[in-house]
């Protein structure tokens, strides 16, 4: 059963999307591929903030210098630090422009967020009803019984996982040494 989600008018997905490319434009790009059907995928990863509770991973699928596509996923530190659950991303939001849902646009996005992490997704609530039944449709395929992480050889994808393995250790030992003192961020 997917979780809980807010329906999202298609306008509120094109003001999401308008947002996020300018966002995304702006922040350096740490993955890069180019897909099929002249589309191309990229992501950054950053530190994220405390309101955020971890380390992010923005992932856009372009169109001709066009966002059409985003996806974001997180690490909650503090459930983490606590060890009440093993380290997971959180998929904080998925959007795909209105007239290119159905094309594989947000199966590619998941895809690309499974395989970038290289740990399980699971799902938050900012996501339409299109992007929660897609999420419900693979969630298998994105959080598998048994093994977690699943392996790669590409060197790409390697530093990216590198990189954000980086920030959630610095983001976790941060984490830490606030609990220590005996205050929450």
């Keep these: ?30 993955y890069r591929h180019e897909a099929p059907g002249g589309l191309v995928i990229t992501a950054t990863t950053n530190a994220g903030t405390w309101e955020n509770l971890g380390p992010v991973i923005a992932i856009g699928v372009w169109r001709q210098d066009r966002l059409i596509g985003h996806l974001r996923v997180e690490r909650d530190i503090e459930i983490e630090a606590d060890e009440a659950w093993g380290p997971a991303w959180i998929m904080q939001s ?22 970038l992490t290289g740990l399980p997704i699971d799902a938050d609530t900012q996501m339409t009803d299109a992007s929660s039944a897609l999420y419900a449709k693979l969630r298998g395929e994105l959080w598998p019984a048994g093994d977690s992480a699943i392996p790669t050889d590409d060197s790409t994808i390697l530093a990216f996982r590198a990189e954000a393995e980086r920030i959630i250790d610095a983001a976790l030992a941060a984490w830490r040494g606030v609990l220590n003192q005996g205050t929450k961020p």
Excluded at 11 to 29: C, G, H, K, Q, Y
Excluded at 97 to 111: A, F, K, Y
């Design 1 to 30: 059963m997917p979780p809980t989600l807010q329906p999202y008018p298609d306008s509120d997905v094109r003001m999401f999307i308008r947002s996020s490319e300018s966002v995304l434009v702006s922040a350096p790009t740490h």
């Design 94 to 115: 998925m959007f795909v422009l209105p007239e290119q849902q159905r094309q594989g646009v947000g199966t590619m996005l998941l895809h690309t967020a499974r395989q």
